[in-house]
């Protein structure tokens, strides 16, 4: 799978602040890759970097493999990173003639792309008049006339409101599906989670974890146990292969597990050792807290 831009232990220091601290990743083509960390975590520096508005203090990025310039590489991506700002007093269509003539593109691509971020309708509205949602409509529109390999997104649902943030997702979603990578800078857990197939967790700008969203439950879960006798209990649940630690709250265990166990699993095993058990529930805990677990400061 080819790779549309790889970075490599990129650094970078703001004085005493470590924005970015020794991070590596890899985008390949076609993924929507989201950078997920909370506010002040190195999202935006990162992005900066990439797009040379950033200077690094060390480390290394290559878009396209390397074989292009990053002048030339920066030609085949699009990127919001900023909040939209066009002429107030002129038209969409207007605003993005402009930028056609800036980038050398032709004026067809205009009516595809409002037609793509669902402001065709309104093409002839003054901007001032658009919505903040139509406003970073408009803005993602025209940064996909030159047709971008990568279109890169900076926190795009920042001040919306849910019917602006339910659109802007779906027209990412559509835009992904047409074949262009994404990469896109969120503090939201859940934004992630409906909008990306990959993640790298960030928290003071060190990576935390990196890698396809769906496989992020990095937990196997635990039981919540109880029994007449727990001291017996607890010897037998050390004694099982796929139990990890253990530890008693208010006369109920919680035995984490370190490998996929059923809870009819463990109930025979235990039934087999004679512990007959009053209390069992398996339960996972849940993204957001897993999340919270891996940003909060330990
Ligand atoms: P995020 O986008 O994840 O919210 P940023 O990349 O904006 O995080 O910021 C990361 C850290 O770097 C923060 O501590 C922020 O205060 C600091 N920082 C960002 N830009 C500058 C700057 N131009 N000068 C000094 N410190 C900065
Ligand atoms: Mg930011």
Same mark, same amino acid.
């Not at 985008?27 to 935006?44: A, R, T």
């Not at 006339?145 to 990412?172: S, V």
């Not at 059923?262 to 235990?270: D, G, P």
């Given at each position: 799978?080819?790779? !549309?831009?790889?970075? =490599?232990?990129?650094?970078?220091?703001? %004085?005493?602040?470590?924005?970015?601290?020794?991070?590596?990743?890899?985008?390949?083509? %076609?993924?929507?890759?989201?950078?997920?960390?909370?506010?002040?975590?190195? &999202?935006?520096?990162?992005?900066?970097?990439?797009?040379?508005? @950033?200077? #690094?203090?060390?480390?290394?990025?290559?878009?396209?493999? %390397?074989?292009?310039?990053? +002048?030339?590489?920066?030609?085949?991506?699009?990127?919001? !990173?900023? #909040?939209?700002?066009?002429?107030?007093?002129?038209?969409? @269509?207007?605003?993005?003639?402009?930028?056609?003539? !800036?980038?050398? @593109?032709?004026?067809? =691509?205009?009516?595809? &792309?409002?037609?793509?971020?669902?402001?065709?309708? #309104?093409?002839?509205? &003054?901007?001032?008049?658009?919505?903040?949602?139509?406003?970073? #409509?408009?803005?993602?529109?025209? /940064?996909?006339?030159?047709?971008?390999?990568?279109?890169?997104?900076?926190?795009?649902?920042?001040?919306?409101?849910?019917?602006?943030?339910?659109?802007?997702?779906?027209?990412?979603?559509?835009? /992904?599906?047409?074949?262009?990578?994404?990469?896109?800078?969120?503090?939201?857990?859940?934004?992630?989670?409906?909008?990306?197939? +990959?993640?790298?967790?960030?928290?003071?700008?060190?990576?935390?974890?990196?890698?396809?969203?769906?496989?992020?439950?990095?937990?196997?879960?635990?039981?919540?146990?109880?029994?007449?006798?727990?001291?017996?209990?607890? =010897?037998?649940?050390?004694? +099982?292969?796929?139990?990890?630690?253990?530890?008693?709250?208010?006369?109920? *265990?919680?035995?984490?597990?370190?490998?996929?166990?059923?809870?009819?699993?463990?109930?025979?095993?235990?039934?087999?050792?004679?512990?007959? *058990?009053?209390?069992? @529930?398996?339960?996972?805990?849940?993204?957001?807290?897993?999340?919270?677990?891996?940003?909060?400061?330990?």
């Amino acid at each position: 799978m080819e790779t !549309i831009l790889s970075i =490599k232990n990129l650094d970078k220091k703001y %004085g005493k602040v470590h924005a970015v601290n020794n991070l590596s990743f890899d985008i390949k083509k %076609g993924e929507v890759y989201g950078i997920l960390g909370p506010n002040g975590s190195g &999202k935006s520096t990162t992005l900066g970097i990439i797009l040379n508005v @950033v200077n #690094r203090t060390s480390g290394d990025f290559n878009w396209f493999d %390397g074989k292009l310039s990053t +002048h030339e590489a920066l030609k085949k991506v699009g990127a919001i !990173i900023e #909040r939209p700002n066009f002429y107030p007093y002129m038209s969409a @269509v207007q605003n993005l003639q402009l930028i056609c003539k !800036i980038k050398g @593109v032709s004026y067809d =691509k205009i009516e595809e &792309k409002l037609k793509v971020v669902n402001l065709f309708e #309104r093409r002839n509205s &003054k901007f001032k008049t658009y919505s903040l949602g139509m406003k970073q #409509r408009l803005a993602i529109a025209s /940064a996909l006339l030159n047709d971008p390999e990568i279109l890169i997104l900076d926190e795009p649902t920042n001040g919306l409101d849910p019917q602006g943030i339910h659109e802007i997702r779906q027209i990412i979603k559509e835009i /992904a599906k047409n074949g262009t990578t994404i990469l896109l800078a969120s503090h939201l857990l859940d934004e992630v989670e409906k909008v990306c197939s +990959h993640v790298l967790i960030i928290r003071n700008g060190v990576k935390l974890y990196s890698g396809r969203v769906d496989e992020m439950t990095t937990s196997n879960g635990y039981f919540e146990l109880e029994s007449e006798n727990n001291k017996e209990l607890i =010897k037998h649940l050390e004694n +099982h292969s796929s139990i990890g630690s253990i530890k008693e709250e208010n006369g109920i *265990l919680i035995a984490n597990l370190t490998s996929e166990l059923s809870a009819s699993e463990i109930n025979q095993f235990l039934f087999n050792n004679n512990i007959t *058990l009053s209390h069992l @529930v398996k339960r996972k805990p849940s993204l957001e807290q897993q999340f919270l677990d891996l940003t909060n400061n330990n």
